[in-house]
């Protein structure tokens, strides 16, 4: 089974095919200057002393987050990474609790309780992260068999990097889906460098994709950079996997356009890759895209901008005004009880 390398999305009538409308069209792009805009006055809060720790982005990547959170049905889960705030954005995560959780405010999705990337809202079908990243594709694969088990209609998402390709976690996750024929979809965001390790050092195959026949399913790559075709195929193999048949390896692949962590300064990525990706930015691509096959207007495009640009003004003063949480309920939502556990499945 050879893997398959997606065409991009070329006309407007293709994208009427994938299930997009225009009003479809500019909220994607509104939700990729949203997710970018985050990040960008993240960056802001650290260099102010407001974010505690390390800061984590995912510049570049915010073509392949918005994309496969956007082919997702609101009944479906996902386990998403530092990497792919879009996806958050794209299920309705409020910007203003984004930032809260930052600096560690009382309003975050985590209550200041863990990091400040470490966060999800299951009532979004979001589940919280932790550092050691190829961990939380078990969960996805747990939560697809749990879904095979019911005969749910319903779909599980689990990102992981290239670099995380080489730990176990993956490849058993990835086992047991190809045996079971789970509903899930796996997503790689290949950015090319684990930290300061390079693709060529981190395998022997030309895409990690490839890895996808020995596990008896299918693996696409796609350009992480062109949000609709990630799209495309995202949506493709989540009502694959929905309809009984199976999992997808979709490789988004990308270039992390800053350093590992805002610690990182990523000397040890050649001038010219970073040049070469830059004339490949998502948000400019798809921006340009809109304005060719579209009818983007300038007015349009101020109009987004302009209201994106408050949105987030608002977010961060509100998330300002959130308190910091009481060291008195610090074990608070940390354990769980026995009234937590009193449900059917644990009966």
């Not at 069209?25 to 002393?49: A, D, V």
């Not at 994106?308 to 009880?337: F, I, M, N, W």
Request: glycine share 10%.
């Amino acid at each position: 089974m050879a893997v398959r390398e997606a065409e991009p999305v070329g006309s407007l009538q293709e994208v009427k095919e994938a299930g997009l409308d225009r009003e479809d069209l500019l909220g994607i792009y509104r939700n990729l200057l949203i997710t970018r805009g985050i990040e960008e006055r993240g960056h802001i809060l650290y260099k102010q002393g407001k974010i505690p720790g390390s800061f984590y982005t995912g510049r570049g990547n915010e073509a392949a987050a918005v994309g496969v959170a956007t082919a997702m049905g609101p009944n479906d889960v996902g386990t998403p990474l530092h990497r792919d705030m879009g996806v958050h954005v794209v299920r309705g995560t409020e910007p203003w609790r984004i930032f809260a959780q930052y600096m560690g405010r009382e309003d975050g999705p985590t209550r200041g309780r863990d990091g400040n990337v470490h966060m999800a809202i299951a009532e979004l079908g979001l589940h919280t992260m932790v550092s050691h990243l190829p961990a939380m594709l078990p969960v996805a694969t747990g939560m697809a068999l749990a879904f095979k088990i019911r005969g749910d209609h319903r779909v599980a998402v689990g990102w992981f990097g290239e670099g995380a390709a080489a730990r176990g976690d993956t490849h058993e996750s990835m086992n047991l889906a190809g045996v079971r024929r789970l509903p899930i979809v796996y997503v790689c965001d290949n950015n090319q460098w684990a930290y300061s390790t390079p693709t060529y050092l981190s395998y022997p195959i030309e895409h990690i994709a490839d890895r996808a026949a020995a596990y008896g399913f299918e693996g696409v790559v796609v350009d992480g950079t062109d949000v609709l075709a990630v799209y495309r195929e995202a949506r493709r193999a989540i009502e694959k996997a929905r309809a009984g048949g199976g999992p997808t390896l979709l490789e988004c692949l990308t270039l992390r356009m800053e350093g590992h962590a805002v610690h990182d300064d990523a000397f040890y990525v050649p001038k010219e890759l970073f040049e070469r990706w830059a004339e490949h930015d998502p948000i400019e691509r798809f921006r340009t895209w809109l304005y060719e096959h579209a009818g983007l207007t300038e007015a349009e495009e101020d109009e987004i901008a302009t209201s994106v640009k408050r949105l987030l003004s608002d977010a961060l003063e509100r998330a300002e005004q959130s308190p910091l949480p009481d060291p008195s309920t610090l074990v608070e939502g940390v354990y769980a009880s026995p009234e937590d556990l009193d449900t059917p499945h644990h009966k």
